[in-house]
Structures are given as C-alpha cells and as structure tokens.
C-alpha cells in the first residue's frame, strides 16, 4: 500500500528536510536516499555480524558468510556504528564519502552509482551530523526486511520528491496503484521482463514483488532496462541492488530510440510508463528504423515511436503493458493514424483501459493503459483473435489527498480479472461485457469508429440506477410541493406589492 | 450624498466583533445538519454550529472574498468571519444588506493571499438607522430575496417533473397508450432494435432526424466594430457557465451585424437547444429568441414535430454518451459530425406531440420565473444602496410594542433546495 502508513515516513522526511538548504530537490534526493542506502545495507550487515560472533567457529568478518546471504559485505569504515560515532566530527562529509567508496569497491554492481560528495562544502556538516544521530529505526534488519520498510520509505521518499520537483520529478515515478495494475494484468511470472524507460526501476521493484508474492523464484525474471537520465540510472541502479535484483540497466544511461542499449532483447513481458507526448524525441533524425513497421513516427509527438519500439521488442508471445496519454487512443494525425489502424489490423492491440485522472503526482493528465499482445491465441487461454478488450475504469479510485487519486486494491482486482476472464483465465471467472464498464469488440467494428481506441465508445452508458422513487411518488410528492411554493408565491406577491408600495412604488 | 437621516454615524468597530472561523473536517460529504460557510459562501453540512443564531458571514480569505447570510445557526470555516454585534440594536439581516453594498473585496491587507483584516473592516463607516427602521429595511430586501428564492425552489420542481416525466415516457416506455394507461405495464408491444427493444412504431435514429445540428463562430476579435453592448445575441460556453437559466437570451456581449456578416456565425431561430461542445462538453440551454452562438456549440434546430423541449431533455439524459464520442486528450470536443451521428430513440409523433403539449407549458412557468427573477434582482440591486444611504425611507410603524427586544435577526421561511 502506496499510502498505508508505516509510522516513521513523515518523521524521516521532516528529518532529511533538514538537509535542504542551499540545494534543490534533485541533488537533495542523492544525499538523502544515499544515507538511507547506506544505513540499509549497515542494518543488513551489522544483524548478519551480531548473529555470526554469537555463533561457534564462525568468522563475523568472513566476507563469503554474507555473500552466501545475500547480504552485501560492509568494510569496516562504512558501517553505521562507526559512522554514527563520529557523526559530530567536522569530517563526517568525507568519512560518508570514504564509506561510498569503499562500498562501491567491496560490490562492483554498485560501481559508480552511489553518491559520493558529502564532503563539499555547501553541504551543512552539523545538519548532516544531526539527520545521523536521529537515524535511529532499523531499516534494513530481518524484520524490517520481511515488512519491506526500506522500499516503502523509498517509494514515499520518491513520491514526495515527484511532489517536490514537479514536473520532472513525475517522469520517472509512476504511482504504485498504476505499476501494481499494470504488474497485475499481465502477470510477469517468469521469463524477461523489459522496461524501455525505467527511470528508478518502480515497474521492476514492483515485478519482483509479484513474484515474490506468487512464490515464485525471484531468479526466475530476469531484468532489463534502459534509462537516459543518468541520475535517474543511478537511483535505478541503487534501488535493485537494495532489493537484490540482478537487473542488466546497460553500462550506462543512453537514450531508448537513438541508443538502443538491448538491440536484440525479444522480451517475454514489457512494462513502460513512457513520458507523456515528448516533442524534441530526435524523430526527424530517425526517419528510418527497422522498428518503424507499421509507419514513421511523427517527429513532434513520441507516443507512437513508443509504442512501435515496444512491439518491436516482444518476443513472439510476449506481452507488453503500458501507460500513454489519452490521447495516444483517438489521435487523427496521419501519422498516427495510420500506424494505430495498422496495429489493430495486425490484431496486436489486446485491451485499452482508460484510468480516471489524477491519479499522478505531477500532473492531472488522465491517462490509458495500452496492452499488447503478438499472440492472441496461446496454448492455455481463449482465442481471441479479431476482438479487443475495452475497459473504462474512469469512475474507479477514491482521493488519497485533496489532489491525488488512487485505485485501491479491489479496484485493480476487478479490473485485472475482467482481463484475465476474457484471456480464458478459467480461475477468474467467466467474462461479460459490462454496460459502462467492459466490452469485447470485433475488429470490425473498431473499424467502423475510424480505429478509435477510446473505451468510452464502446462500453457505453451504464444503466442509470433505477430511481429509488416511483415515478407516481416522485410526482405527487413534486406536485404537493409546487401547490405550496404557489400559494406561497401569491403570499410574497402581496408583500412585495405592499413594500415596494410603501416607498412609493404603487404597481 | 448626505441625506438628513437622522441616523447614527459610525464605524462598523463601534457596533459589532469580526470572528474567526474554525477548522473542520468531513463538511463535504454531508447534506444535512447546520450549514457550514467559508469565505464564497455555502459550502456544506456539519453538526455542530459556531453561531447559534443566524448571521452574517464575511469572507476573509481569497480573491472574492463574499458576505452571506444564514437564517439557522451555522458554522464558519477559517477561511471566513462571522458578524457578532457589539450593541443590541443590530439587525442582522439588516447589517448583512448594509455590507453587501460595500466592496469588501477591494479592501486588501496586502498579504500574499487577498484577505479582509479585521482593523480595516472596522474602521469602515456606517450610518446605522433605529433598530425598527434597519427591521424594516431588511424585511423589504428579503422578501425579493425569498421571492427569488422561491422562483428558483419552483423551477427545481418543474425541471424535476418534466425530467420525471421524461424518463417514465421515454427510458421507461411508460407513456400514455390510446386509452390513456402507461404503455409498457399494459402490455404495450415492443420491437427488436439495435438499442434493445424498444415500443413498437418507434424507430432508432440519430440527433439528425430530431432537429438540424448547427455550430457557431467567432467574429474577428481584433474588430473592436464586430462587437457591441447591444445588438445580435452572441453565446459562448462561459455565458452559461455563469447561469442555472434554462433559457437564453444573449450573453455577456453581442455582436454587431458587420461582425455577423464578416464571419461564419449562424443566426439560430428561437427554440434553438444549444449544447456546449467542449469546455465542457454538455452546458444546455433553449434561446429564446434568435442568438448566435462561438464555435463551443453544436447546437440543435428542432423540427417543428419533435418540439424544443423533447431535444433539452433528450440530450440533457445523454450528456454522457455524447462526451464518450467525443475526440481530443486535454480538451474534448465533440464535432458536428459525431453529434449528428449520436444515437436517438424516436418516438411516434403522437407520443412527441403529447409530451410537448404536457412540458410546454411547464417550460413557459420556468422561463417566467427566471424573468421575474432578473427583475427582482435589479430592483434589488438598485434599490439597495438608496436605502442604505437613507435617500428612499422605508414607512417604519409607530407603535413598538415589542417587550422581546433586542431582537437580533428573524429566520425567514427557509427554502431547502
């Protein structure tokens, strides 16, 4: 639960919004989320250690005893309790920067990804002190790891920060209820799960979960992911190896559609949340790619190049999720127009389901979720060639806050089961169109609407909900009414005639 | 102006406190209980009160910043003031009338969020009359309020009866066979259409076959000589944003005939429904006379058989449907195209021209309450600040017999919507 609170969110964030001073939010965000890293894979270790010396014959500083673990091997000057006994000494900047580093140095995984300038000097030495003293809670110990409390502080921390920078901070966070749909509705249970703009990695964190949650073996995905912010690849990168998620990010950031760092990836699943309607995509210089199949990408809109890159990347059963602005589903630029009839003639579109708005931290932009499939007849499930899923989830989710929204648990069960109904799923149910709600739609008649995606056409109204009074009550309750506003209307008739009479206005 | 008004100079400091509101929660939701006020007026339900009496409420925070009055006990939130009087020989509805004609909202303490500051309030003049003349006064201003009040309470009913009536007829197929008992329950015969079944001779159709569908368009704004105070009729979606009107005449600002013949705007006969076609989809309003209308409008012509008062409702019940047709990602439209194509059910011209001959009427008593309103609201608009400044005097009886005074305020009929 995105919002489920866990007791200690706001106390640690009011403690890291210590920090802020000199610094914006983006850079404030390494120095905090790295402390709370650090403190992490310390708990983790220092657990591991308590345990091993109270055992015979084991070594607390054999390093293999937590490899064995999964836990990662801590030297000695980047453990908490050292840290925090010379939290009040002026160089404590540069002992969390030795601690960094020798982390980094001890898991190459993590090889330059941790944040490493403490030391500067705008950086308040006494603030910094004091956030390490209150840093008190355990976030990384057995307990804490069985309850995730490190990923919910993560996501809350994320989400604030998405909250706190606006615009840019939006890009790269998708709001849980959306990834858990998402996650939910295509069931990435084993095999390659891709994600072509990754930002933190919250669709892969989220993967895992499932999994984990299905009992499934984690080393069952395997992980891959491309980002072009490199910030953003770094936090990426961090919050996997909190989890322990082996993930392949590429070397390095690069740029999806002009550096395609997974050439030839054919993924089992995809799960993207691509930025909505990017303008300045470099289209113009990409007029011919293998992957423009059905049609050239307009250069001032990348909702379609998205989408292409996608389908390009789909292994021959695979099935991809994912989020695009709404109007992505009726656009009638040629362009797009003309991809978008090509991949329903092809019969890749599975389902469309529209989501209610505000349901992001940054932006009110109501949103869709597009779902592709290259096979619509596997082994196991219904064949449902020719037809397309629509789903109108407009009317769905409840306010978390006075801006934001969110779908709750039931509300994306009943969403992913009316999906895996009309796949054939036998545990969920049979499927019915639902006036207002879901529909199965030929391919024809998505041709007859001039390939429009948008649900609302297609599911219709639901049926307004019989009035509780019959009519024969509702109007003599009306009429009674009205015989008593008229005679009350004669009354104040009278009276205005008398008043406005009184200052000389006779009428 | 000075009039020999015999009445007390003051400021509103000397006769009465300013108090703050307090925070709540969970006011939204409720719909019943003592009102709750913040500073643009009503704005919910809760059960405790602040004020146990009626009063007066004066915003505090906020661009417009309002004065209300309630005639029951009431709760303010923070973002508002409550009146208390200082003096007993404070009529309440008679102060809420008096600040009415003053412009609160250009008084600004200068914080970054426009806001009224108590010592500014109370410094403001006052010539405050007897206690029995401010009665008075204020009995005359209310009774053109409740008379409005009331307008609005009558054309609720009536839209809700003829809405009743409409879906008992058309959703429900329970309209008046030939013996005159309702259709469906007596065994009416049904059809197999495309829409479900539906009552045998009518037809499934389109907004096409019901009236002629017609945009609008915008005369070059930069034609200082294309718009005029008064000359033809010019509706834009934000005219009726501002109204609960069933009916129109004109909006906010007209347009000139060169402005009509230098562009593509289309003069649309009275009876005209207009439907707003995006920002937001779905404002519907009947012109009462010819109007033209910006390109926010598809609007519909009615044929003569099928009657202005069919089409209102007919598309006020599918406001959603037709938004579901509509195209675009941040703003929807609605084209002339996709309107027409909207599909209908059609009634027989027996059954249309019964429905018309019962809503009709009912229709003309709305639009003479809406009338009447526009007048009482002027003459109370203009009579308001003469009777403050004492320039028209209100007859103010002799005998004062009341052994119950002070009496602060007089709850008035109270009208629920």
Not at chain 1, 393 to 420: F, N, P, Q
């Amino acid at each position: 639960m995105a919002t489920a609170n866990i007791g200690f969110e706001e106390k640690l964030w009011s403690m890291a919004d210590k920090l802020r001073g000199s610094m914006d939010a983006a850079e404030y965000k390494h120095v905090a989320l790295g402390l709370l890293f650090l403190k992490y894979v310390s708990d983790a270790f220092e657990e591991k250690y308590e345990a091993l010396k109270n055992e015979p014959y084991a070594d607390p500083e054999d390093r293999d005893e937590y490899v064995a673990a999964n836990i990662f091997w801590v030297p000695k000057e980047a453990r908490w309790s050292y840290i925090k006994d010379n939290a009040k000494k002026p160089e404590i900047g540069q002992l969390i920067d030795n601690a960094m580093i020798a982390i980094e140095k001890e898991n190459p995984t993590l090889k330059g990804v941790l944040p490493k300038d403490y030391a500067r000097p705008a950086l308040d030495k006494t603030r910094l002190g004091e956030v390490i003293d209150l840093f008190s809670f355990k976030v990384g110990d057995e307990e804490s790891r069985s309850k995730d409390v490190l990923g919910r502080v993560y996501e809350y921390f994320l989400s604030k920060f998405a909250s706190a920078e606006g615009k840019n901070g939006g890009e790269f966070y998708t709001p849980n209820s959306v990834v858990r749909l998402l996650v939910e509705m295509i069931q990435p249970f084993k095999g390659r799960v891709y994600d072509p703009c990754c930002g933190s990695g919250g669709m892969f964190v989220q993967s895992e979960k499932f999994v984990e949650e299905h009992q499934g073996r984690i080393g069952d995905i395997a992980v891959y992911g491309q980002e072009s912010n490199p910030t953003t690849w770094k936090l990426c990168k961090m919050n996997l190896a909190i989890r322990g998620i082996d993930g392949n990010l590429g070397e390095h950031h690069a740029d999806t559609f002009h550096n395609d760092l997974h050439k030839n990836l054919k993924a089992d699943y995809i799960l993207a949340n691509p930025p909505f309607n990017i303008s300045d995509w470099g289209g113009e210089r990409l007029t011919e790619d293998a992957r423009w199949t059905y049609g050239v990408p307009p250069a001032g809109n990348a909702n379609y190049a998205w989408i292409q890159h996608i389908v390009n990347k789909l292994a021959p059963s695979g099935v991809a999720g994912f989020v695009l602005a709404n109007g992505s589903m009726s656009t009638s630029t040629t362009a797009e127009f003309e991809i978008r009839s090509k991949l329903v003639n092809a019969d890749l579109v599975d389902c469309i389901v529209t989501l209610p708005g505000q349901l992001f931290y940054s932006t009110q932009i109501p949103v869709c979720l597009w779902f592709i499939a290259k096979n619509k007849a596997p082994k196991g499930l219904r064949d449902r060639r020719g037809e397309i899923l629509f789903i109108d989830a407009r009317k769905m989710g409840h306010m978390v806050d006075r801006t934001h929204r969110e779908l709750s648990t039931e509300d994306i069960r009943k969403i992913a089961d009316t999906y895996h109904a009309w796949r054939g799923q036998a545990e969920a149910g049979q499927y019915e169109d639902v006036k207002g709600f879901c529909k199965a739609v030929k391919l024809a008649e998505v041709q007859e609407h001039e390939y429009i995606l948008t649900p609302g056409r297609y599911v219709g109204i639901e049926d307004v909900e019989e009035d509780s009074e019959p009519f024969e009550d509702k109007m003599a309750r009306l009429t009674s009414e009205l015989a008593e506003q008229f005679a009350k209307s004669r009354q104040l008739e009278d009276e205005i005639r008398k008043r406005l009479g009184g200052i000389g206005f006779e009428f | 102006m000075s009039f020999e008004t015999g009445w007390r100079k003051c400021t509103w400091g000397d006769i009465s406190t300013l108090e703050y509101g307090k925070a709540l929660r969970d006011y939204k939701d409720k719909t019943s209980g003592y009102p709750v006020y913040g500073t643009n007026g009503l704005i919910g339900y809760t059960e405790k009160y602040l004020s146990d009496k009626p009063g007066v409420i004066i915003g505090r925070k906020g661009a417009y910043r309002g004065v209300h009055y309630s005639n029951r006990p009431f709760f303010v939130i923070d973002t508002a003031y409550y009146l208390s009087p200082k003096i007993p020989q404070l009529n309440l509805r008679w102060a809420y009338y008096s600040l009415r004609n003053i412009d609160i909202n250009s008084m600004d303490s200068g914080s970054a969020i426009p806001s009224t500051s108590r010592s500014d309030f109370y410094s403001i003049e006052v010539d405050l009359p007897d206690i029995y003349e401010q009665q008075e006064i204020a009995n005359l201003l209310s009774v053109l309020d409740d008379k409005i009040e009331l307008n609005n309470a009558i054309n609720k009913n009536l839209e809700e009866m003829a809405q009743a009536l409409f879906n008992s007829w058309f959703v429900d197929f329970e309209f008046p066979n030939e013996n005159g008992e309702p259709y469906k329950s007596s065994g009416g015969e049904f059809e197999e259409s495309e829409l479900g079944l539906i009552p045998k001779g009518w037809k499934q159709g389109t907004i096409s076959e019901l009236g002629e569908v017609a945009g609008g368009a915008t005369p070059s704004k930069k034609n200082e000589d294309f718009y005029t105070v008064r000359g033809i009729p010019w509706i834009t979606p934000k005219d009726l944003s501002k109204t609960n009107n069933k009916y129109i005449s004109r909006g906010e600002i007209d347009i000139t005939q060169k402005g009509f013949s230098n562009s593509s705007v289309k003069l649309l006969p009275k009876g005209t429904v207009l439907f707003s076609s995006r920002a937001p989809i779905g404002y519907i309003a009947i012109a009462k006379n010819e109007v033209t209308t910006n390109q926010g409008f598809k609007s519909v012509i009615p044929f003569k058989h099928v009657g202005s008062e069919f089409v209102y409702y007919l598309l006020k019940s599918n406001v959603e449907t037709i938004e579901c047709r509509a195209s675009g990602s941040t703003f929807k439209e609605i084209s002339g195209t996709e309107m027409k194509r909207v599909p209908v059910l059609i009634p027989t011209e027996n059954v249309l021209a019964k429905f018309n001959e019962i809503v009709e009427p009912i229709g003309r008593l709305t639009q003479k309450c809406e009338e009447e309103n526009e007048d009482l609201t002027q003459i109370r608009d203009t009579l308001l600040p003469k009777l403050m400044s004492g320039e028209i005097r209100v007859p103010v009886e002799q005998d004062h017999n009341h052994p119950d005074l002070p009496k602060v305020a007089e709850s008035s009929a109270i009208y629920q919507p």
